[in-house]
């Protein structure tokens, strides 16, 4: 906690903190800082601020927001805290499994203890990252947390600050690392008075959400500075073991040292410092290998990133889809060549984007690469939010387990996965300004429709029952066909624990072979995986110890 109550705000007159109603003047500093010398923080304390007599708005760096993104900040001693964690280390990512949840919907109280009810189930899963979507302070109680405005604070809903320690504790204590998905391109539209504060964001780059953030423009030390105390607050305060970076495709910037190798730089220095190991994931679907080469190769030297083309090549293979960006797969071929290098799209050309797309993944390991069957996006973005298992047969649906499971990358699962749950995942939200809520509503509609999807298939974000159709059932893991499934992850997961982590570049100790009935043969140290996909899909797993 720091000793003072500072906040930047270059092009102000005068800046005054409001505590119980009452006004301070703050103190002009260096590089558009200001700071009061007469009122320090206490644990719990309300505060916000005035900018030129104008309405008292919360802490650009606010810790707590306990009553939503338009109320006052509340300071946070995180020293009150008392961890059990000290002795962890941290997990590598060679060899791990990653389970992606949402806060809202995983557990019926959609709480971060919610979360903490469950962590057996994902023990006895065999996973070793839980990856939670973002829960940084955004507008109303539920969402997908991808419009975020305060990013220091956990948000209010799900439990707040001491309630996300609490999980992140316990994971710990039950051998679970914990990977946090951060937003870093954009800020969502209701409580966002950033722009009010400084030039936080910039007219120069755009993204399709909102206002590119400024990180290579005037001023934008600070605002990168904003952006790395962010990134070190949540692996040093909350004890998170990563983040994953949502969408890096739409950062720009121009600097000599872009914000991703700044970000990665010193993650490094803080894992060093508090010897505990910390990882950044990148989201990207440009294919780029700059983000995960190293440094003295001209890269960013972040740990993985994540691998549409796997998923895009294993869902068309199996669901027969050719619509949007699954126009570039659907062939046998694509799968093989995901299967074996994780892109596809490596430097050659690509019918949806009418240009040649990616660079080689030549020389880096095959685990910085995160792939997936089924995660947030695939399944969320879809007009009635079907979950594979909706989509396909069971045979299906046990091939692309074992191809996921059985591969050389990170493989990443997506909350009830592993149970074939049959609950939908909806893309919902909870604004409260009418006019932003119809837009949001119309918005998702017109996007949806113009994808392909019939209007009526599409749920109203702002429909309460959009929300509450999504929460898992946990009732169905002990159903016949839902326990099956469960059993199956369970045996694949077990299976990779005994085989060899491939730490070597792609496609080494990895042979694909696909023949002209469709039979796709997917050898890797350790185990061959037979798929019949020009027929039933039926699925043979052979582990080396099994032979002869």
Known sequence: MTDRFRVWAPDRRRVELVVDGRRHDMAPGERGWWEAGDVFPEHGLRYG?????????????????????????????????????????????????????????????????????HLPHLVALGIDFVELMPVAEFAGDRGWGYDGVDLFAPHHAYG?????????????????????????????????????????????HKTGWGPALNYDGAHSDEVRRFIADNALMWMRDYHFDGLRLDAVHAIVD??????????????????????RVKILIAESDTNDPRLIRGTERGGYGLAAVWSDDWHHSVHAALTGERVGYYRDFGRLEHLGKALRRA?????????????????????????????????HD?????AAGERLGALVDEAKLRAAAALLLSSPFTPMLFQGEEWAASSPFLYFTAFDDPSLARAVSEGRRRELVAFGWDPKDVSDPQDPQTFERSKLDWDEVGEPPH????????????????????TSPVGEHVDVQVDGSGLVTFHRDGVTVRVDAGGDWSVEVIEESQRG
């Open 160 to 204: 707040g600050p001491e309630g996300l320690k609490h999980l992140v504790n316990a994971c710990h204590a039950a051998g679970l690392g914990v990977l946090l998905d951060v937003v870093y391109n954009h800020l969502g539209p209701m409580g966002n008075f950033l722009a009010e504060f400084g030039p936080y964001f910039t007219g120069r």
């Open 483 to 502: 326990r099956k499934m469960l059993e199956w992850y369970r045996s694949l997961i077990g299976l990779r624990r005994r085989l060899p982590t491939i």
């Open 343 to 375: 892109w596809v799209y490596d430097g050659v050309w690509s019918e949806h984007r009418q240009r040649t797309k990616g660079g080689s993944p030549e020389g880096v390991e095959s685990h910085r690469f995160v792939v997936a069957v089924q995660n």
């Open 378 to 382: 695939q399944v969320g973005n879809r």
């Open 49 to 117: 601020y005035s900018l030129d007599g104008g309405e008292v708005r919360p802490d650009p760096r606010s810790p707590w927001q306990p009553d939503g993104v338009l109320g006052l900040s509340a300071a946070v001693d995180h020293s009150h805290y008392r961890w059990s964690d000290l002795g962890w280390q941290g997990r590598d990512l060679a060899g791990a499994v990653i389970y992606e949840l949402h806060v809202g919907t995983f557990s019926t109280p959609g709480t971060f203890a919610g979360v903490i009810e």
């Open 254 to 275: 121009q600097t000599p040292v872009h914000i991703l190798e700044q970000l990665e730089m010193e993650t490094r220095e803080l894992s060093a410092r508090l010897h």
